[in-house]
């Protein structure tokens, strides 16, 4: 029985199905806090480290789940420190609650103690955001809160005054509009579909595609029969944005695998050459690899009408559940009896898989990323749960790491953060425990919350943190030289042994640096009974190269390496080794 508003609050998040919220303490957030102390046995805290974490672990638990994820910090900077990954949520499109606290409600604006008016500071992150301001209010505002992070898929905030937190719960202010228990815990996806005359005209547009290619993201993670049976029924091989990596098998033979400067080339080829494109739950952000203005019909499939036609020029724009309307639109389209577009795909794809085996099997020294990644991708539980930090950490794990079975992958998407990787996974671990759980990260994204290796110990949560450690910020590194011009600056990192970190932590510490140790490590870590880290020292100089590199990266290239990058030698022997391997 609530005995105060934070009770109210905490309840009312059970009713909602909430069990598990990320956070961090403080004064602020004292009454809320006692209130999850009495109601532990239903509802489960985590710890961390840092309050960016509790967000993007709320990001993460949200992404792998579908469900809700919930966070808590205090008053003032606990508050500010939640924003990053509330934005994550944000660009990613995730229903994330975020809990705060506040100074006294009769000294708000006053300059006291950590008075920071964060409900005005999280405006713009948040679809919801409202102060608590009393027992009767309490209710109302995690309904609204909840119910509009699902429907919009964002963010909602609530700052509770930390005072307000203790009062007892009691009808006495309750104003006469506000009617008791007038507020519902549920809310419902959308199930509308687009009238017939427009799916009819979407098929039309189909039909008369005869290089049909198909792009499916994140809100195509849950069709994928619906893909397939599109896929073989216009011949259109698929292109899958990173957060929908999962939407097919990446040894499916309708996939190209991923699009942009991690993708692949066989995906820049269809995109280059397609006369229809169907985008199906996709916000890619990057244009330049789409088709151009006039060059393909489109149709676009999408939950949100403000996103039709946010990328690219739009003939037809669908609004509703993809699955849904790939129901309604298979049975309309006629069936390509050539493929001779898919056929094409398919043997571009058998060219770029034995591509990327050559450099991932390589014996040389320094030690290659790839071969990281290509060796623990075979080592892999069939529902693995993976997630990638931000760097070239994401390319080396968008193209060795292989979707089958029942597995996810996420990672940072329009926002792009470093960090995420290893919060995830604790959304992840916490979301499904007794699967798999394994995170690849680059020493920097890594360093900036590596205090969260802890909550990984102090929480038995198994999850495997890949290091793929070159001591230099390489995504950055590489940007600077092939998108500029200009020398490498301000990225080189102050090593740091990550084995010995993670065993001062209380997980398992392993090193590897020679390709002949790699499988076996890896095998012996991905057994281990508990959380470990896995540094792989890696050539610093290794390429992330684009999948089809263009003149100008070519030329900006070559002007960073005449104006004085260092070890412009050996960059020039990776990539010329690549180059040879691509056609010997």
């Known amino acids: 029985m609530a005995q105060q508003v934070s009770d109210l609050i905490v309840e009312r998040l059970l009713e909602w199905g909430v069990d598990t919220i990320f956070g961090f303490p403080g004064d602020g957030v004292d009454g809320f806090f006692e209130s999850l102390r009495t109601h532990k046995d239903k509802l489960r805290f985590i710890q961390v480290r840092h309050e960016e974490a509790a967000a993007f672990a709320a990001v993460g638990y949200a992404k792998y789940s579908g469900r809700i994820g919930v966070c808590v910090a205090t008053s003032g900077p606990g508050g500010i420190h939640l924003l990053n990954g509330l934005y994550d949520a944000k660009c990613d499109g995730q229903p994330v609650l975020a809990i705060t606290g506040h100074t006294f409600h009769d000294l708000i604006g006053m300059d006291y103690q950590q008075d920071v008016d964060l409900d005005k500071l999280f405006m713009d992150v948040s679809v919801f955001n409202e102060r608590v301001m009393g027992p009767t209010h309490a209710v109302n505002c995690v309904d609204a809160a909840i119910r509009t992070a699902y429907a919009r898929r964002g963010v909602s905030h609530i700052t509770i005054p930390k005072d307000i937190q203790e009062w007892p719960v009691s009808d006495k202010h309750r104003s006469g509009g506000n009617v008791p228990q007038h507020s519902g815990d549920w809310s419902a996806p959308s199930s509308a579909h687009p009238n017939s005359a427009l799916i009819r005209k979407a098929a039309d547009i189909i039909n008369a595609g005869s ?113 849904a309307i790939l129901t309604d639109l298979l049975p309309l389209l006629k069936e390509n009896k050539g493929k001779k577009f898919l056929k094409t795909a398919q043997e571009n794809m058998k060219s770029w898989n034995k591509l990327m085996e050559e450099r991932g099997t390589r014996t040389s020294m320094p030690l290659k990323p790839q071969v990281v990644t ?35 992958f996420s990672l940072s998407g329009s926002l792009a953060t470093m960090a995420n990787g290893l919060p995830y996974s604790i959304g992840a671990a916490a979301a499904f425990p007794g699967r798999q759980v394994v995170c690849v990260v680059g020493d920097g994204g890594l360093t900036m919350l590596m205090g ?40 080189e990192l102050q090593p740091i042994d990550f084995a010995k970190v993670a065993e001062a932590c209380g997980a398992a510490g392993y090193t590897i640096e020679r390709p002949e140790d790699v499988e076996r490590i890896l095998i012996e870590a991905l057994r281990h009974d508990g959380p470990a880290v896995i540094q792989a020292v890696v050539d610093p100089n290794e390429p992330p190269m684009p ?9 900006k290239f070559a002007e960073s390496i005449l104006r004085g990058q260092k070890h412009g030698m050996s960059i020039i022997k990776d990539i010329a080794e690549d180059k040879i391997r691509e056609v010997i």
């Open 211 to 323: 290089k049909v290619a198909i792009l499916a993201g994140r809100g195509a993670l849950h069709c994928r029969e619906e893909v397939s049976q599109l896929a073989e029924l216009v011949g259109g091989p698929v292109i899958k944005p990173l957060l929908g990596k999962a939407v097919l098998p990446d040894r499916s033979p309708y996939t190209t695998g991923g699009i942009g400067l991690l993708g692949t080339a066989p995906s820049i080829d269809v995109m280059d050459e397609c006369d229809t494109l169907i985008m199906i739950g996709t916000s890619f952000p990057y244009m330049e690899f789409l088709p151009k203005p006039g060059q393909a019909k489109c149709v676009q499939i999408e939950i949100d009408a403000a996103r039709v036609g946010l990328r690219h020029q739009v003939d037809i724009g669908l609004v509703g559940d993809s699955k």
């Open 374 to 408: 290509h060796t623990l991708n075979k080592l892999l539980d069939d529902d693995a749960i993976v997630s990638s930090d931000s760097g070239t950490i994401a390319t080396w794990t968008a193209r060795y790491i292989e979707m089958r079975g029942t597995m996810k």
């Open 452 to 491: 969260e290796l802890a909550t990984l110990v102090k929480y038995k949560f198994p999850v495997k943190v890949i290091v793929i450690k070159n001591n230099v910020l390489g995504q950055i590194k590489w940007e600077q030289m092939i998108l500029e011009g200009n020398p490498e600056y301000g990225v």
């Open 547 to 555: 999948g089809k590199a263009t003149t100008k990266q070519a030329i």
